[in-house]
């Protein structure tokens, strides 16, 4: 399998990213297309010892800063990394593309080179969040600030999928983000998504309440991009508080840390639970093939499950049930 990769997208660019790849490459046998300046590469390679058997590179001088409009990726910067590289996998020179670089040319290049499923009203960013047994999926992340109420069911169609053939979730539960639990809660947004997802080809459990999310309320939890980003955005900032007040806790005095050695393993194992990078990153669903936003501030760690992420995502056929089961809710809809 070959994953084309942004080498120059992220906070950690391109040393994590190249470090990343050769891990991919070392763990899951993948093939990698780099997109990058290839003097750069080469110079990192040999100062950071980074193997680049099984990775290819494209020679692309350019990338597209964070702070440009994301519509530029296919105007005035439709020569840098990330253009490049998903043209490349529209032209079908691999499998999967993977980048860690800005959110909204990831979306906007995908949408507009590799396109949309056919009647996919949007494309939708998900990602997994951790919760008390496990974790579930929140989408859309941020793609879609404002949304109708037949993308979010369809959002919940793709997200349901991918948690069942992905993370193995059977007959994951779907639900609306709502203010409250009734049927009369919300706006019509969420009322008119509630009755499309109620026929849709989902195990569909109604309206979830934002509180009861971190307690697996639900597999998929259904929400527009802004409502989305700001649960997640939430809930990573309170892991982070959360974290910093327990190790304050256990370095407070001789006992405390001493207490500390008798929970460690069950700490280690709940920080682990919440490390993003244990999730590689969000894939982009309802793009018709396989591309994967990996978190800005990537790792090594984090890098290599996003294209390990992007490998499953290929391998598993969950586009061309998304196809099909497109069908099946125009069906039900019809």
Aim: one cysteine or more.
């Amino acid at each position: 399998m070959r994953i084309i990769v942004d080498v120059f997208g992220g906070d950690k660019a391109p040393v994590e990213i190249l470090k990343g790849c050769a891990l991919a490459v070392s763990e899951y046998g993948v093939d990698i297309l780099a997109c990058g300046n290839e003097k750069v590469i080469h110079e990192v390679s040999r100062s950071e010892h980074i193997s680049l058997n099984h990775i290819d590179i494209t020679n692309v001088e350019r990338v597209i800063p964070v702070e440009v409009d994301s519509t530029e990726v296919v105007k005035s910067y439709d020569d840098c990394t990330m253009a490049v590289g998903l043209r490349m996998l529209a032209n079908g020179e691999g499998d999967a593309f993977v980048s860690a670089g800005s959110t909204g040319a990831v979306v906007v290049g995908a949408s507009l080179y590799v396109k949309r499923i056919k009647g996919i009203k949007r494309a939708a960013l998900a990602t997994a969040v951790p919760c008390q047994d496990g974790c579930y999926m929140l989408v859309d992340i941020g793609a879609n600030k404002e949304c109708r109420p037949e993308m979010l069911a369809q959002f919940g169609l793709m997200g349901s999928l991918y948690m069942e053939n992905i993370l193995g979730v059977g007959h994951p539960r779907v639900g609306t983000v709502n203010i409250g639990a009734e049927d009369s809660k919300g706006l019509e947004l969420q009322k008119e998504a509630n009755v499309l997802l109620s026929h849709a080809p989902v195990n569909f459990i109604g309206n979830v309440e934002p509180r009861y999310l971190p307690f697996g309320c639900c597999d998929v939890a259904v929400c527009d991009g802004f409502t989305g980003n700001v649960i997640l955005k939430l809930t990573e900032g309170l892991g982070k508080w959360f974290a910093g007040e327990l190790k304050g806790i256990f370095m407070e005095g001789t006992k405390s840390k001493i207490g500390y050695l008798c929970v460690k393993d069950g700490v280690n194992g709940f920080r682990q639970k919440m490390d993003y990078k244990e999730y590689g990153g969000a894939p982009l669903m309802g793009i018709t093939k396989p591309v994967i936003k990996a978190h800005g501030s990537s790792d090594a760690r984090a890098f290599k499950n996003a294209i390990r992420q992007a490998k499953e995502y290929t391998e598993r056929g969950v586009i061309r049930q998304i196809e099909n089961s497109l069908a099946m809710l125009k069906t039900k809809e019809g």
